[in-house]
């Protein structure tokens, strides 16, 4: 078993919508989450990243974390085309850091 | 953006021949990251640094060495290539706990 796994792709949704995406890690110690957007032959890239317990919001983009359900998500609202990625969920356990398989998104006009 | 070079950018070797892949930070991170990328697997952790000349493995480090003789080099090497390494190489440096910035990536690719 992966120690981050994601929601299996391809996720579509229509421009405007809320895109929602999934991670569960099985590390009890991981302190730190991530996720991370990545183009197409590009470099994986940070969106946000999320400590604490709860919510985390920066513009259209806000980070859940249930720690005792060991859950992280990302929604993404009013979605854009240019928001088309794949989106890798990331825990740190022991200060490396382990990604997803990540989740491949595609936001249609 | 953190200045992380990797290099080379791309390269094609034949099976059983050593290779090298160099990480160049300018940030000062402590932490540096190697990572390989493959469909459907996401990125996997090969090894990891956490100071000069510490290093400690990753989910697959078989068939890898690293070494760290400055903050600012990490070096990965393939002992004798096989084409089942053949795949896309990232670095990445961080403090630890906190967010990866990643470089460029490597095309490697094992004929």
């Known amino acids: 078993q992966k120690e981050v796994e994601q929601n299996s792709g391809p996720l579509s949704v229509p421009e405007g919508a809320i895109a929602s995406l999934n991670c569960t890690y099985s590390?009890?110690?991981?302190?730190?989450f991530f996720w991370y957007r990545q183009y197409s032959g590009k470099s994986p890239e940070l969106i946000m990243f999320?400590?604490?317990?709860g919510d985390k919001e920066d513009g259209r983009f806000t980070a859940q974390l249930n720690k005792a359900s060991q859950y992280v998500s990302l929604l993404i609202r009013d979605s854009q085309p240019s928001d088309s990625a794949t989106y890798l969920c990331?825990?740190?356990?022991?200060?490396?850091?382990?990604f997803g398989a990540g989740t491949r998104l595609t936001v249609k006009p | 953006d953190a200045g992380i070079t990797q290099s080379p950018r791309h390269k094609v070797t034949e099976t059983g021949t050593p290779v090298t892949l160099r990480c160049h930070q300018t940030?000062?991170?402590?932490?540096m990251y190697w990572y390989r990328q493959d469909p459907g697997h996401g990125l996997r952790l090969i090894h990891y640094?956490?100071?000069?000349?510490?290093?400690d493995k990753g989910e697959v480090s078989d068939g890898y060495s690293v070494s760290r003789s400055k903050t600012e080099d990490f070096l990965l090497t393939l002992e004798s290539a096989t084409s089942s390494q053949t795949s896309v190489y990232f670095c990445?440096?961080?403090?630890?706990?906190?967010?990866?910035?990643f470089g460029q990536g490597t095309r490697l690719t094992v004929v």
């Open positions: 990331a825990a740190s356990p022991n200060n490396d850091m382990r």
């Open positions: 590390d009890r110690g991981s302190q730190s």
């Open positions: 999320i400590y604490s317990n």
């Open positions: 940030e000062n991170h402590r932490y």
């Open positions: 640094s956490y100071g000069v000349k510490d290093t």
């Open positions: 990445a440096t961080g403090q630890g706990y906190t967010e990866a910035f």
